[in-house]
């Protein structure tokens, strides 16, 4: 009887916090963004984008390379979504092309596809973190993938970070990136 009404309880309290008229309905980040990024171990060098297309989704496309003859070009849809006037979760779908000379090592490269889901907290004013993991999928190669980050926004159009990418294509990598807000 305990589970129940303690069930009862939980739904009833998760119905009027949804129908909360101060409710957010608007992201809490911007994604409207493009960036620049070095990575270490192994050195590669990156850029990528994002572009709003509705209150809740965007567009997004990267590419990072060690210039030795490889690639990890990415593009895909993602949303978007607060969870409380601090956080937003997110997800993303994007076909990713990958050439290098481990596992895809093809004259255009494999090309599959990632999953993921994430989610970015504001600490305070300038400081914001998150993580996302995800599942990438390419020529039969499968992979949980994840990564970490903190940024630090100097202004409201800059900003710098370290992130942390967990076995993705090019391994275990700590990046030094900046994001450029338009």
Known sequence: ???????????LASISTAQAENAPSMSNFSYDYAEARIGVGPLTYGAGFSKSIHP???????????????WDAAFGVGFHAPVNNWADVTGELKARNVKNKDEFDSSG??????????????????????????HLNIDDHDKTIGSVYGRFHATELFSIGVAGRFNDVYGDQVLVTTRFKY
């Open 56 to 70: 809740n989704a965007h567009i997004l496309g990267s590419l990072d390379t060690e210039f030795d003859s490889d």
């Open 109 to 134: 490269g494999k090309t599959g596809i990632e999953v993921n889901l994430g989610v970015r907290q504001w600490l305070g004013p300038q400081l914001e973190v998150g993580g996302q993991i995800g």
């Open 1 to 11: 009887m305990r589970k129940i009404l303690l069930a009862t309880g939980l739904i």
